[in-house]
Each structure stands twice: as C-alpha cells, then as structure tokens.
C-alpha cells in the first residue's frame, strides 16, 4: 500500500550507460515530480508534470527525459551518464499545482563507476 | 537567486528536551511554507506546513513559528525523541506550480 513507489532503490552503472527510473504513485494525484539529491543533501526539483502536460523543467541537461504515460507513473530516461549524476533521485507527488505537500518516494541511489 | 537557508547544520538534543530548528528565506513573495523529516535511507516525509497568512501553527509535539518581517521560519519539536533523529528541510513555494525550493537541511542528534 505504499503511496509513492521507485524502482529500483538502487542503480550500479557505467559511465555512458542509458538508464531509467521508474515511479509510481496510487494516491490518486495529477501532479508529479522529481528531484534530485546530491551528497551534501541538497534537494532540487528537476521536473514537474500536471496531468501528463510538463509544467517545470529546471535547466536540466536533455540527457534527462522524464515521461508520463498516465497521471499515476512519472518515469525518468537519463542517456549516456556521467560521473555528476551521481545521486539520489526521488519521486513525488501531490493532489494538483495549488501548493501543498508532496509526498515523497523513498528515492533511487544511483552511482555512476 | 532567491534561497532558503538554514542557520545550524547539526544540531544535537537531549532527549526529553525541545529542539528549534531555524531556517531564513529570502523571497518575500513566498507564501507557503513546509517542513519535512528525511530519515537515513528514506524520502522526505511531511510534518507541518503553514501558509503566510499565519504566523503560528501547532501541530503534534511540533509548532512552526513564521515571521515574515524578517523572512524567518522555525520547527520547534517538543519533548525531542530518540525517533525524532533527523535530517530537517524547510521549503517554500510561492502562487500556483507548486514549484518547491529547499534549504540545505539541518542534522537532528537525540542524545539518550
């Protein structure tokens, strides 16, 4: 019954890789997220999409392709990877964009040799 | 660029004593606050928010004080539990878009 769920929780790859992330969520939102978080803890929002329409994109390298097949999934395409992805990746969500808390996932590890 | 910051990094408690975390924003459009708890290997989880037509909103064993004269929010934990160990986030937000900006964190010790 968990609200907002990624897999994996954790990605071992090589530099130049392609990889996906994927997240779900059975709240019954319309608006998702990801952020990222680097080692220092530092949480930022990467993406945001409302209904399947993106509404945020903060200056993220194109390598980075989010895609949302439905209101419930928010998957995260990352091409050829790079040493500086290196990071924790979470999904979130919430009922709209009126602001409000977003329940989190509990994050995807993900380190690049 | 605007930011959210916070003032101590670590903070370490006594357990049984009450615990202030602070955190100073610098847009004075923001108009929703929110507090959450990371916990070691889990996502942030929420505690309290409160919106910038309060200045005070108390929820269980937790309060958040706003003050928007000097752009400052705090967390006080009441009663601090050897549960309530912690990374803590402030965010703020401001209109629709529900874009959230966070602070850096600050590290929660309870000492038994």
């Known amino acids: 019954d968990t609200a907002v769920s990624q897999t994996p929780k954790y990605l071992v790859t090589q530099m130049g890789n392609d990889k996906s992330i994927k997240c779900e969520q059975n709240?019954?939102?319309?608006?998702m997220y990801w952020y990222k978080q680097d080692s220092k803890k530092f949480l930022k929002i990467m993406f945001s999409?409302?209904?399947?329409?993106?509404?945020i994109n903060e200056t993220v390298p194109n390598r980075f392709s989010p895609k949302s097949p439905d209101k419930a999934h928010l998957n995260l395409h990352i091409n050829s990877l790079e040493l500086g992805d290196s990071a924790v990746y979470f999904c979130a969500s919430s009922q709209n964009l009126v602001p409000q808390p977003q329940h989190f996932g509990d994050g995807t590890r993900l380190s690049i040799l | 660029g605007e930011s959210v910051g916070l003032h101590l990094p670590t903070l370490s408690v006594q357990e049984g004593d009450n615990s202030i975390i602070n955190c100073a924003y610098s847009?004075?459009?923001?108009?929703?606050f929110i507090w959450y708890k990371q916990e070691s290997g889990k996502g942030p989880q929420f505690i309290i928010d409160i919106r910038s037509n309060m200045d005070k909103r108390q929820g269980q064993r937790v309060t958040v004080l706003l003050n928007k004269t000097v752009k400052h929010l705090s967390l006080q934990i009441a009663a601090t539990q050897p549960g309530d160990s912690a990374v803590y986030f402030c965010?703020?937000?401001?209109?629709?878009?529900?874009?959230?900006?966070f602070g850096g964190g600050t590290r929660v010790l309870v000492k038994p």
């Open positions: 999409y409302n209904n399947k329409e993106l509404i």
């Open positions: 709240l019954g939102h319309d608006t």
């Open positions: 847009n004075s459009a923001s108009d929703y």
């Open positions: 965010a703020e937000t401001q209109a629709a878009g529900n874009k959230l900006t």
